[in-house]
């Protein structure tokens, strides 16, 4: 007899699970256990690595995700249950996004910078493919959640610690004054620290409530939630107290919807309506709470960030100006004074359309779109529990993250992206499992091409970020031996990290900087010579390969003067003070400038305008010797009669 088109799924569904749950070999089982290993690294090692913010934590952490990713595509090759594609929601897209990101990276104004982005883009896709076939066998659901339910908790308690004795020390390093005592666990910036805490309380909530996580489980998310709460209050972020309403508010009425239309409005008038009822009693009686919301009324330095951010996105609007290219181009349209550095925009919407433009933002919202529509399709048709509140969990995570993101750039973070994508790959794994997603099989030829394509691509990848990590940690080390004033073997280091990468701009520049220190010292007039014009080389190449950095031009600036090129030395610091109008000492170097190549008038002009600005003892020294220099000049040479 044949079956309904409801009893085919319901039977794929049961066969699917049983093959999911199926034991198998302890060879392919230590196999995907160092697919699992090297995936969980990025996410649970690299948020005890302060989120993962520097290249020397990030391009380890890179290296090993795609090697997991690779390992992950050669599986179907040792076995042929596995030639199948799970493709995760929103897969393709996120494929779409990866290409055009990568293929913006000759064109940025910073290869180099768009380079290390787009790497890390691509393993956040790698890792999101693996997730979403790897975390569906033998309910490694349970384990992975499990287990970042704990990390999450244990870096909670450090926070609590640190809180209690009013140590600002993180980890082996001490956090900036500016956070005060604001809660940060792991993290130096107490927004990144609140935003895995959002990312991690919908699941421990949903976890709390389901009856499949079973007791130990369930416990584990009651008590990491009871945990997660005041610990959010003690970082102060308001990003994520905005983030934790919405994370928690959308998991509520989520779970509300499923037990009908009267609950599910229940909750959207009861969750806004304790959210209000909490803030005010905050209001009422936290002193800190009140001074964090005063603040934000008062208005603060984020909104003329935008307002300089839009500036900059009205000159490129469609393309944007390349990956990691903010940070360098934004000071051209900076109007703040305040000598302050801002990396990014405190907005990951602005952010992205000034990096990538607008198409780079329609891409975003294509994938996060598709993948959302697909997860609600499924939460509408879900039947298990654990489905369903894995859903909306997630949906309730990918909210905090959109919230916090108004006013943050938490989305840089690479750890917490990669903890958001473990979340998401885990959930796309158990709707597989389940059967409510049906893998595409494919044949001999097209697993070769597909999986074998992707495993290569994965290995390029993982070349790629270790040739980054290397010529990185030879320019740290090269930059520490030259601060203890050992020039040759700083010098050689740059050489090799130079090799290693030849689009590093650093090692470049940093090369530079000791030849031009050998040559100021050098007694030689030749061999003085040949160090300059080296240093002025390497300048130059720095230059070319970063044109916005200020401390390559102001370095070019002095090997020119010690070359006897001053206007080249002009013009060098020239840019410098239009690449960053507001950067007092370049400013006020190209003043000097003036100054020293005898152009008197003209300095003074300079240093008056400038005064307008900064009225500091350095400006006033160089306005008052230059009035004294064209006076006596004046006296000395009165004007001839007529």
């Given at each position: 007899?044949?079956?309904?088109?409801?009893?085919?799924?319901?039977?794929?569904?049961?066969?699917?699970?049983?093959?999911?749950a199926?034991?198998?070999?302890?060879?392919?089982?230590?196999?995907?256990?160092a697919?699992?290993?090297?995936l969980l690294?990025?996410?649970?090692?690299?948020?005890?690595?302060?989120?993962?913010?520097?290249?020397?934590s990030?391009?380890?952490?890179?290296?090993?995700?795609?090697?997991g990713?690779?390992?992950?595509?050669?599986?179907p090759?040792?076995?042929?249950?596995l030639?199948?594609?799970?493709?995760p929601?929103?897969?393709?897209?996120?494929?779409?996004?990866?290409a055009?990101?990568?293929?913006?990276?000759?064109?940025?104004?910073?290869?180099?910078?768009?380079?290390?982005?787009?790497?890390?883009?691509?393993?956040?896709?790698?890792?999101?493919?693996?997730?979403?076939?790897?975390?569906?066998?033998?309910?490694?659901?349970?384990?992975?959640?499990?287990?970042?339910?704990?990390?999450v908790?244990?870096?909670?308690?450090?926070?609590?610690?640190?809180h209690?004795?009013?140590?600002?020390?993180?980890?082996?390093?001490?956090?900036?004054?500016?956070?005060?005592?604001?809660a940060?666990?792991?993290?130096?910036?107490?927004?990144?620290?609140?935003?895995?805490?959002e990312?991690?309380?919908?699941?421990?909530?949903?976890?709390?409530?389901?009856?499949?996580?079973?007791?130990?489980?369930?416990?584990?998310?009651?008590?990491?939630?009871?945990?997660?709460?005041?610990?959010?209050?003690?970082?102060q972020?308001?990003?994520?107290?905005?983030?934790?309403?919405?994370?928690?508010?959308?998991?509520?009425?989520?779970?509300?919807?499923?037990?009908?239309?009267?609950?599910?409005?229940?909750?959207?008038?009861?969750?806004?309506?304790?959210?209000?009822?909490?803030?005010?009693?905050?209001?009422?009686?936290?002193?800190?709470?009140?001074?964090?919301v005063?603040?934000?009324l008062?208005?603060?330095?984020?909104?003329?960030?935008?307002?300089?951010?839009?500036?900059?996105?009205?000159?490129?609007?469609?393309?944007?100006?390349?990956?990691?290219?903010?940070?360098?181009?934004?000071?051209?349209?900076?109007?703040?004074?305040?000598?302050?550095?801002?990396?990014?925009?405190?907005?990951?919407?602005?952010?992205?359309?000034?990096?990538?433009?607008?198409?780079?933002?329609?891409?975003?919202?294509?994938?996060?779109?598709?993948?959302v529509?697909?997860?609600?399709?499924?939460?509408?048709?879900?039947?298990?529990?654990?489905?369903?509140?894995?859903?909306?969990?997630?949906?309730g995570?990918?909210?905090?993250?959109?919230?916090?993101?108004?006013f943050?750039?938490?989305?840089?973070?690479?750890?917490?992206?990669?903890?958001?994508?473990?979340?998401?790959?885990?959930?796309?794994?158990c709707?597989?499992?389940?059967?409510h997603?049906?893998?595409?099989?494919?044949?001999?030829?097209?697993?070769?091409?597909?999986?074998?394509?992707?495993?290569?691509?994965?290995?390029v990848?993982?070349?790629?970020?270790?040739?980054?990590?290397?010529?990185?940690?030879?320019?740290?080390?090269?930059?520490?031996?030259?601060?203890?004033?050992?020039?040759?073997?700083?010098?050689?280091?740059?050489?090799?990290?130079?090799a290693?990468?030849?689009?590093?701009?650093?090692?470049?520049?940093?090369?530079?900087?000791?030849?031009?220190?050998?040559?100021?010292?050098?007694?030689?007039?030749?061999?003085?010579?040949a160090?300059?014009?080296?240093a002025?080389?390497?300048?130059e190449?720095?230059?070319?390969?970063?044109?916005?950095?200020?401390?390559?031009l102001?370095?070019?600036?002095?090997?020119?003067?010690?070359r006897?090129?001053?206007?080249?030395?002009?013009?060098?610091?020239r840019?410098?003070?239009?690449?960053?109008?507001?950067?007092?000492?370049?400013?006020?170097?190209?003043?000097?400038?003036?100054?020293?190549m005898?152009?008197?008038?003209?300095?003074?002009?300079?240093?008056?305008?400038?005064?307008?600005?900064?009225?500091?003892?350095?400006?006033?020294?160089?306005?008052?010797?230059?009035?004294?220099?064209?006076?006596?000049?004046?006296?000395?040479?009165?004007?001839?009669?007529?």
């Amino acid at each position: 007899m044949a079956l309904s088109e409801s009893e085919t799924v319901l039977h794929e569904g049961v066969r699917r699970r049983r093959h999911h749950a199926a034991p198998v070999s302890g060879r392919r089982a230590a196999y995907d256990g160092a697919c699992v290993a090297l995936l969980l690294a990025p996410s649970l090692l690299g948020i005890f690595l302060f989120g993962a913010v520097r290249l020397w934590s990030v391009g380890p952490l890179m290296f090993l995700a795609f090697c997991g990713v690779a390992l992950f595509f050669l599986r179907p090759f040792f076995s042929a249950e596995l030639r199948q594609l799970q493709v995760p929601p929103g897969g393709l897209a996120g494929l779409a996004l990866l290409a055009y990101v990568l293929l913006t990276v000759p064109r940025a104004e910073v290869p180099y910078e768009a380079r290390i982005e787009g790497l890390k883009l691509a393993s956040y896709v790698g890792a999101y493919w693996a997730w979403s076939e790897l975390a569906s066998r033998h309910r490694r659901w349970r384990f992975l959640l499990g287990a970042l339910v704990v990390t999450v908790t244990l870096i909670a308690w450090y926070a609590v610690i640190q809180h209690a004795r009013g140590s600002r020390m993180v980890l082996n390093l001490v956090r900036p004054e500016s956070y005060g005592m604001r809660a940060s666990g792991t993290y130096f910036c107490p927004n990144h620290f609140a935003h895995l805490l959002e990312l991690v309380m919908p699941f421990s909530l949903a976890l709390l409530l389901m009856g499949s996580a079973r007791a130990p489980l369930r416990l584990l998310a009651g008590y990491s939630l009871l945990l997660f709460l005041p610990v959010m209050f003690l970082t102060q972020s308001r990003s994520g107290w905005i983030g934790t309403a919405a994370g928690l508010g959308v998991t509520a009425c989520l779970g509300a919807a499923r037990k009908g239309r009267r609950p599910f409005v229940v909750a959207v008038i009861a969750v806004p309506l304790a959210v209000a009822a909490a803030g005010g009693l905050l209001w009422a009686f936290s002193e800190v709470f009140r001074a964090r919301v005063e603040d934000a009324l008062a208005g603060n330095v984020r909104i003329q960030l935008w307002q300089d951010t839009l500036r900059m996105i009205r000159e490129r609007p469609w393309l944007g100006y390349g990956g990691g290219s903010y940070q360098w181009v934004f000071p051209q349209f900076r109007s703040l004074s305040s000598q302050m550095l801002y990396n990014y925009a405190h907005n990951e919407y602005l952010h992205a359309v000034a990096d990538y433009g607008l198409a780079g933002l329609a891409l975003w919202a294509v994938f996060l779109g598709t993948a959302v529509v697909r997860l609600l399709k499924a939460w509408s048709a879900v039947e298990r529990d654990r489905d369903f509140w894995l859903i909306a969990a997630l949906m309730g995570s990918l909210a905090a993250s959109l919230a916090h993101a108004l006013f943050d750039f938490n989305l840089h973070i690479f750890s917490n992206n990669h903890v958001l994508v473990l979340l998401a790959g885990t959930v796309a794994a158990c709707l597989y499992s389940t059967g409510h997603f049906q893998p595409r099989r494919l044949g001999a030829p097209a697993f070769r091409v597909v999986y074998g394509g992707a495993a290569l691509a994965a290995a390029v990848l993982a070349a790629l970020a270790l040739q980054a990590t290397a010529s990185y940690a030879l320019t740290l080390r090269a930059d520490a031996l030259r601060a203890r004033f050992e020039m040759p073997r700083a010098l050689a280091l740059y050489r090799v990290a130079r090799a290693a990468d030849p689009g590093n701009w650093r090692a470049f520049q940093g090369a530079a900087n000791v030849q031009q220190a050998l040559s100021f010292w050098n007694r030689d007039p030749e061999a003085r010579e040949a160090q300059a014009r080296e240093a002025q080389a390497w300048y130059e190449t720095a230059k070319r390969l970063n044109p916005y950095d200020l401390e390559t031009l102001f370095g070019l600036s002095k090997i020119q003067n010690t070359r006897g090129q001053p206007e080249q030395a002009l013009e060098s610091l020239r840019q410098a003070a239009q690449h960053d109008r507001n950067h007092m000492f370049y400013v006020t170097q190209f003043g000097i400038q003036l100054r020293r190549m005898g152009r008197d008038e003209e300095a003074l002009r300079f240093f008056r305008e400038v005064q307008k600005t900064w009225d500091t003892e350095l400006v006033r020294l160089n306005i008052q010797a230059l009035e004294t220099r064209l006076t006596r000049r004046a006296v000395v040479q009165p004007p001839a009669s007529p």
